[in-house]
């Protein structure tokens, strides 16, 4: 919540650590520290808070402070900055007492800050602010007409509104070569003529043009209310689909609306089904369709998630935005890093290690006699780690070690397996994978040649021989497979891109694998995350 407590057994203590580290800078960013108010009154009374504008971008929180604790004691104070902590040219002072405030506001308004003309008032709530606004913006006395025909002059302008009351102004926009823009603003004296003439112009016909009448706005209001009127319009649509709007993927290039719409069917009433397409009207192998009811959507997910349709599983979930999606995968990021256990080392990522290559190697407690570990379980050989642990010796070949063979054949490229040295993804033409030390060379014996041989004519990897392995065999499978892939995009950052991509459904994964572009687009996502990691640990 960007915000905590510190609670001091001494209020000496508490005034020394307020004077000492107030607005000094936590992660690039200056820290605000003032006395916890328990009181809600004293919290919400905004007496003694004032507001300043036209402050100099030089000025900052501390500087502030320093220009205004002259009148009296600052609970709170801090000048209001944007995104990239630039000064948006005001801020807040909040007094203990409402005389410090007005002090200050008779001394400093008016006054030159840095060679800034700055204004102090005291601070008035938005909502109050709104509401002056409003009553302001009700009163209106200044019109603004469009679709005026283009021989409409200033006079004949004045000529048609004067019947409603008197007018102070009445002028038409015209371009540098002085001919109408069609448009042109009426002021009147008072409100009550002004909303008169609205009320019987807008709408009305006037030499074969449909008049345009509103009240004037400037520039900022318009934009703020298009602006309001949009996200009001997409907050409808969005709890309009909430639940019932279903994001389909991984189908073939020959499915179209239609198809879509029919396999879908079944589940209930659809209201729109589309297949997303590029520039060229290819298919770009995703698309949309939305039920009419949250039950009829729940109910598609769960019978068709995962099923084939033609050569290919699908993947199907409720459709998100893609601000939401990546909040998610954020949130998930987050979660895993706070999960790791204290003293354990970051690597940034799950990091896969593709065969042949050996992780760090932890160190754990001592055996006692009789091989029992002491407050740790031994390692489960050949197991893999799932996304987000660490390995641990024995899950993979340490150099100079020879792998244990597998006892399922499925393992060594039997029926249904996959393979590390063959097939599409594979590591026969991988130089790292290709680097074996002389013990491991010496170590191959004859009777490893069948298991080898078989290896290498493995098949490819399809849904149907993933859908065969064991559930605990599916990841590595799809590890060995990705990994040569993603090494050519970023060789240094393969094993923890692999060990991020791996957290996906297994359908996902399959996509990535037969589709080239929507690899290479997650790849690049995950480099980006990756970079960001390394430029916030490096700013540490």
Known sequence: LGYAYVNFHNHSDGERALEALNYTEIKDRPCRIM?????????????????IKNLDPSIDNKALHDTFAAFGEILSCKVSVNEAGESRGFGFVHYESKKSADLAIEKVNGMLLNDTKVYVAHHIPNHERQAKINEKRSQFTNLYIKSLPTEVDDDELSEMF????????????????????????????DHDAASKALEELHDSEYKGQTLFVSRAQKKAEREEELRSQYEQSRNEKLSRYQGVNLYIKNFDDDVDDDKLRQEFAPYGAITSAKVMRDERGASRGFGFVCFTSPEEANKATAEMNGRMWGNKPLYVALAQRRDQRRQQIEATKRQRQGAMPMGAPFYGAPMYYPPGYAPPRPVYPAPRPGGRWQGAQPPVPGQYPMPGQFPVPGQYPMPGQRPARPRNPRQAGGRGGYAARGGR???????????????QAQESSPADAPADAEQAAAPVLTAAALASAPEEEQKQMLGEALYPMIAVHDEERAPKITGMLLEMDNSELLHLLENSDALKAKVDEAIQVLKEDENAESAE
């Open 35 to 51: 006395w916890s108010q328990r009181d809600p009154s004293r919290r919400k009374d905004g007496s003694g808070n004032i507001f």
């Open 162 to 189: 004067s019947k409603f009351g008197e007018i102070t102004s009445a002028i038409v926009q015209k371009d540098e070569e002085g001919n109408s823009r069609g448009f042109g603003f009426v002021n009147f004296a």
């Open 425 to 439: 993804g594979g590591y026969r033409n991988n130089p790292r994978a290709a680097q074996q030390s002389p013990a």
